[in-house]
């Protein structure tokens, strides 16, 4: 049976890693930038067409899928006279790979019903360089023969591929997801930098505290470069700042109050307006340091 044909809008580092994936894998694929050009010259350069609209690329394809910042890039990208929404073929799927608010996420799926066609939100976990091997977290939601349909394609893209119910249930699990793992992120920055204003060396800290229940796998990554340097978790301070707003955003949608985000989004929204929001979150140590350090 021969391929769908794929068009792909958003080649920052995990969408350039899916594509290039999905090329390894036989797909015929259409690209479209979103903010940079060099992924897309790469993804030509192997064979890729380049799409000047959204609704060009959507009218080639038989499987959309985005892999954008913030949910005001995917509507952007799904609206207006030369949006996906005007190029999509009746029986289409489109696919959210990126980190949305499940309100506008639901929003959009009604929309691509209406067309015919089906919307999928599937945020990621894990790295480009899991990309590149087909090796990534897939939590995916929304119609279910839809996600029958497309599942050989996501089985191509990921190692774990889950379908987690209705529409919108991928991107809310994703924002608690993110919400609990950048909390955990700037506990442990801070305690780093608390060792640090107390004199405690920080693996002597860290040996003791990492012998109980704390210890996990953020804490590593935040060890690894509090002690040696080493960033193994390349997510932006920028990004997990966005991800926090939209985890409390979606509380107050869902008419609850969220008490545990509420210093994550402060600390990260301080580091962001201090200049600092192209850091990667493990790098949050020094900014931390710094502070305790200027007090």
């Known amino acids: 049976m021969s391929k769908p044909s794929i068009g792909f809008i958003g080649l920052g580092l995990m969408g350039a890693a899916m594509v290039g994936r999905l090329q390894d894998k036989g797909y015929s694929v259409t690209v479209m930038a979103n903010k940079s050009r060099q992924a897309v010259d790469a993804a030509v350069a192997r064979g890729a067409a380049e799409a000047e609209t959204a609704a060009s690329l959507a009218a080639v394809s038989d499987i959309i899928m985005f892999c954008m910042g913030t949910s005001d890039q995917v509507e952007s990208r799904v609206y207006g ?30 929309d691509v019903a209406e067309r015919g066609s089906a919307y999928l939100d ?63 992120a700037c506990a442990m920055s801070e305690a780093f930098a608390m060792a640090d204003a107390a004199g405690i060396p920080r693996e002597t800290m860290y040996s003791a505290v990492s012998a109980g229940p704390l210890k996990s796998g953020m804490m590593e990554f935040i060890r690894n470069y509090a002690k040696d340097g080493q960033i193994d978790l390349a997510f932006s301070v920028a990004n997990a700042s966005k ?29 962001v307006t201090d200049g600092f929001g192209d850091h990667m979150v493990p790098e949050m140590v020094d900014f931390l340091h710094g502070k305790m350090k200027a007090k």
């Not at 090796?135 to 939601?141: P, S, T, Y």
Request: glycine letters at 12%; charged letters at 20%.
């Open 81 to 110: 006279a030369d949006g996906v929404l005007e190029g999509l073929r009746s029986g289409s799927v489109v696919i959210d790979f990126g980190t949305s608010l499940p309100d506008s996420t639901r929003k959009i799926a009604a």
């Open 122 to 184: 599937a945020p990621l976990g894990r790295t480009p360089a899991h990309a590149k091997d087909g090796l990534l977290n897939i939590m995916c939601a929304g119609d279910e023969a839809a996600y029958a349909r497309v599942k050989p394609v996501l089985d191509d893209l990921g190692e774990n591929v889950f379908h987690l119910g209705e529409s919108g249930a991928g991107h809310t699990i994703k924002l608690i997801n993110n919400f609990f793992a950048m909390t955990t």
């Open 243 to 271: 991800d926090v707003g939209y985890y409390r955003t979606m509380a107050k949608d869902l008419g609850v109050t969220s008490r545990m985000s509420g210093a994550a989004d402060a600390t990260l929204n301080e580091a």
